[in-house]
């Protein structure tokens, strides 16, 4: 039976208020909405009386943010994990709908067309993934009418549909990309297709999105194992195992047009968005206008993704993918039938609200401006921060509580995020933390205020992939313009391992990890602040300095001496400080986030996005540390351990069988992919501790060789 409970908004919420002018419309403030500089807002317009919002996360918040403005109630649903999160804390109302097990709730249509009928919502936004693109949802609501605020399931299930959607793109003039006309029934065919087409080939499922169901093959092994692991993912994640093989075009752009269409045969696009920063074939960083569109290349794009819309009879916010070759001809990948992860920069760039466009056109409105009122003004950039460890494949997920989060209060940024402090990340969902969103006047100021953003981020708690973020946006050929989707494989060939310091980074950071360490121990001893005379050791990347540090009393300068060099430091590093704004001889470093200093001797610095770990010692302590003995790092190899929590869905494998080096172990899933664990080492398996169908947390062993 489900609950519904009314809500009080969190404090967390911005209140955003609908404006009127004389003539019944206008803008909201600026100071509200930024980014929202071009959206027109008609209060005599008639919406939508309540919403539910079929999702959870950062974009339940975000489509609960402008039914808010709007003046439209909410309803949000949940899950057992989410109970406490942001978006059930903004809603007016909240129904609990399940477990936490996506399948168990947030993918029950029959739950939430109940919840539904117990608020009274009119309409359900079902933001992106979940059943945002079932076209059974659509029906169902449309059936019971209650409106699904996205664009007709005839639309959805076209091209949802990979197969018929190419044939229908073709018909309107699209360019395609070279492949086989349908699905593949089992491996062998695929290998059958692959070798017709020519290696390499794409494997993808065709009612699949968001980079999952997808494996490049490059030869006929690479075929057999990919086409499984797709069509494990698709049924996994879309209920749909069928896969197609099409050519791959090696080391293309990933270009997408936004489109808007409405139910009286009218439609835009609004720019483009560049998405070729992917890891897995998932996105990690956009941007708007990408840097390789000329205006005419533009025109082109944004014509043919009208010419698709309109042949599929598509209304609402919708996204047309195309790959682009270094010649800049692009062809038709697929196209989105929901709002796209990524909207927030278009909406940067035209000032105009997306989620609010769909709003009016479910209730039957025309679209407010036409193609040539769209603006193209300024440049952003998102980062989708996840947790997740960078350094293991570009992105191993985590989970845990952020116990400490912080949002960057920068100049001209954009946090869409569905979590706050004490949020948990749970195994069970996509592990995005924000996209977070800066925007300038061109695409230097976008990428310096980006810089800043990631510089000032708090997440504790958890791994996440700031480091690599900050690491893309600051490296040449990145700022150049010069990407393609194997960006991050040709930049960091060898796998990314965080910043490389300098030898006069290093020492900058050995001089402030002394610092943080003689201000906490002052402290401790409840000693003032304002004089410090300390002589300390610091243990850094294997290597022991000395340092010497003075300020005399109400001085605004630190004077320190390491290894006989003298270094003049200004500004303030106070007992709780967690963002450190100095210049060490003049030259004004970046800002570095103090990470910890709560263990004795130990200070965790970041800077530029990594971390990293300094040991600090009084003359006394340090003179103790030969005493000490070695810590042995354990040999590991001949376990088999969970990198994270997750269930494995992939594990034959008996005491007694032969395994040799870089062989399949098991499969395991977690936050909706899939990942094939392998052995270090060749052997015979003493014992398997876990079954095909079990949950494992992170480190559990599932099994060790003799």
């Not at 494997?203 to 692991?229: Q, T």
Request: aromatic share 6%.
């Amino acid at each position: 039976m489900l609950r519904v409970q009314t809500c009080r908004v969190s404090r967390a919420c911005i209140q955003q208020t609908r404006l009127a002018s004389s003539s019944g419309s206008a803008a909201p403030r600026p100071d509200l909405n930024p980014w929202y500089w071009n959206t027109k807002v008609d209060t005599n317009e008639a919406l939508f009386d309540k919403v539910l919002i079929a999702n959870r996360g950062e974009i339940a918040v975000r489509v609960l943010n402008t039914c808010k403005r709007l003046g439209i109630k909410t309803v949000a649903v949940y899950s057992d994990s989410d109970a406490q999160s942001l978006h059930v804390r903004m809603a007016d109302e909240r129904v609990h709908i399940g477990a936490s097990a996506s399948k168990d709730s947030y993918l029950r249509m029959d739950r939430i067309l109940e919840a539904c009928t117990k608020t009274g919502a009119q309409a359900v936004h079902p933001g992106f993934g979940f059943l945002s693109e079932n076209t059974d949802f659509a029906a169902l609501l449309a059936s019971n009418n209650i409106e699904f605020i996205g664009p007709p399931s005839k639309a959805i299930k076209a091209m949802g549909d990979k197969i018929e959607s190419k044939r229908i793109a073709e018909r309107a003039g699209v360019n395609m990309i070279p492949g086989h006309d349908g699905a593949v029934a089992n491996a062998e065919e695929a290998v059958e297709v692959a070798k017709k087409i020519g290696y390499p080939v794409m494997l993808k499922a065709s009612a699949g999105g968001g980079g999952k169901g997808m494996r490049v093959a490059y030869n006929d092994k690479e075929c057999v194992n990919g086409f499984k692991l797709s069509s494990q993912e698709a049924a996994s994640s879309f209920g749909d195992d069928r896969i197609l093989v099409e050519k791959y075009i090696e080391a293309p752009r990933h270009i997408e047009i936004q489109v808007l269409g409405d139910k009286h045969d009218n439609y835009l696009y609004l720019n483009e968005r560049e998405c070729s920063i992917q890891r897995r074939n998932q996105k990690v960083i956009e941007e708007a206008p990408s840097p390789f569109v000329h205006p005419e290349m533009r025109k082109e794009m944004g014509e043919q993704a009208v010419a698709l819309s309109r042949a599929v009879g598509y209304s609402s916010a919708g996204t047309v993918e195309f790959l682009v070759d270094k010649d800049k001809k692009f062809y038709f990948l697929e196209m989105n039938t929901r709002l796209q992860v990524e909207h927030p920069i278009s909406e940067c760039i035209t000032g105009i609200d997306i989620v609010h466009q769909m709003l009016r056109v479910a209730s039957g409105h025309k679209l407010t401006y036409t193609q040539e009122q769209v603006p193209l003004k300024g440049s952003a950039i998102e980062c989708r921060v996840y947790a997740e460890d960078p350094t293991k494949n570009f992105g191993l997920p985590s989970v845990g509580r952020l116990f400490r989060y912080q949002e960057p209060k920068t100049p001209k940024v954009r946090c869409d995020s569905g979590v706050d402090e004490g949020s948990e990340i749970s195994m069970f969902y996509d592990p995005m933390i924000c996209k977070l969103v800066t925007y300038g006047d061109d695409r230097k100021e976008a990428l310096d205020n980006m810089v800043q953003a990631l510089d000032s981020y708090i997440i504790k708690g958890v791994h996440h992939n700031v480091s690599l973020l900050r690491a893309c946006v600051n490296e040449e050929n990145f700022r150049k313009g010069n990407i393609t989707t194997k960006y991050l494989y040709e930049t960091f060939p060898d796998g990314f391992s965080g910043y490389k310091l300098s030898g006069k980074e290093k020492t900058n950071l050995i001089l402030i990890g002394a610092l943080v360490d003689a201000v906490k121990q002052l402290s401790l001893y409840k000693k003032s602040l304002s004089s410090i005379k300390k002589t300390l050791m610091v243990s850094f990347d294997g290597s022991e300095v000395t340092v010497d540090l003075t300020r005399k009393p109400n001085s605004d300068t630190l004077s320190a001496i390491i290894d006989g060099v003298p270094y003049e430091v200004c500004g303030h590093v106070g007992t709780n400080d967690e963002l450190v704004n100095i210049s060490i001889n003049g030259e004004d470093l970046p800002v570095v986030q103090v990470v910890s200093r709560e263990t004795p001797g130990v200070v965790k610095l970041q800077y530029c996005g990594t971390q990293y770990e300094l040991k600090v010692y009084t003359m006394q302590s340090a003179a103790m540390l030969g005493l000490c003995p070695e810590k042995h790092k354990p040999d590991t190899s001949k376990f088999v351990q969970a990198p994270m929590a997750g269930t494995l869905v992939g594990l034959t494998l008996k005491p007694g069988d032969e395994v040799i080096c870089g062989q399949e172990a098991c499969v395991l899933e977690a936050m909706k992919m899939q990942n094939s664990l392998v052995f270090d080492t060749d052997g015979k398996v003493k014992a398997v501790h876990f079954k095909q169908g079990q949950t494992v947390n992170k480190d559990d062993l599932i099994i060790e060789l003799e």
